[in-house]
């Protein structure tokens, strides 16, 4: 069963369009089914690996943007800093092969975790604790610089369904961070690294997610 439905259509507004791009009279419309459980398949078992079906349709970075990204957009920190209470009750979500590792290694429970397989673009293998933490696991595609609008849809049902997923990027995760801002409800608690910064933790609210639209919408959208 899939995930996602694909609808071709004629004049009927893309992904593209609802952030305000241009696209040609065959348009792809995204038909969202939110699952409770990825795991109510009866043919999935909870710890079996399964593949999400991508689609040709990516948001690539612009260089005004990439200058933006650079900074961190909440706050530098460490999992030894942070107090349990703090986050206590809350939606978790780490970005990062570090990040997981280390909010693992912490006792934080993790609802999404997603990583590439690479820190600084240098390949290595998943951490044990990574490799072992019990949670739905899904691949995607995604190069470095772009995102694949399926990932929304990912972000949005690994949210809503009851158990803890991975998200695991053949590519890079450089910038699944938006995505998950843009479809995370308020209050997620979302950790990221920044490249020789260190830990970011934002906090979910209206004013990041309209920071975020604002860089969602000066992408421009692609076919690769």
Do not use: W
Not at 44 to 72: A, C, W
Not at 81 to 107: P, W, Y
Not at 148 to 163: G, M, P, T
């Amino acid at each position: 069963m899939p995930f996602l439905s694909h609808t071709i259509a004629q004049n009927e507004p893309s992904p593209g369009d609802a952030i305000g791009k241009s696209h040609d009279s065959r348009v792809i419309r995204v038909e969202r089914k939110k699952f409770r459980d990825f795991g109510a398949y009866e043919e999935i078992s909870r710890r079996q690996s399964h593949r999400v079906k991508t689609r040709s349709l990516f948001l690539k970075l612009d260089k005004n943007s990439r200058k933006e990204l650079k900074k961190p957009h909440g706050k530098l920190t460490s999992f030894e800093e942070i107090s349990k209470q703090t986050i206590s009750g809350k939606t978790i979500i780490c970005v990062g092969d570090k990040t997981c590792e280390l909010a693992l290694k912490n006792k934080i429970n993790v609802k999404i975790l997603i990583y590439d397989n690479l820190i600084l673009r240098k390949r290595i293998s998943t951490p044990e604790i990574v490799k072992n933490y019990r949670a739905d696991e899904f691949h995607i595609k995604n190069p470095a610089g772009y995102l694949n609008l399926e990932l929304f849809d990912l972000i949005d049902n690994a949210v809503n369904s009851q158990n803890n997923v991975k998200i695991i990027v053949d590519g890079e995760e450089d910038l699944a961070a938006l995505a998950v801002i843009s479809d995370a409800p308020e209050n997620t608690i979302v950790f990221y690294g920044q490249p020789r910064k260190g830990l970011v933790m934002i906090e979910v609210d209206l004013y990041i997610k309209e920071k975020v639209k604002g860089i969602i919408n000066a992408m421009e959208e692609v076919e690769i």
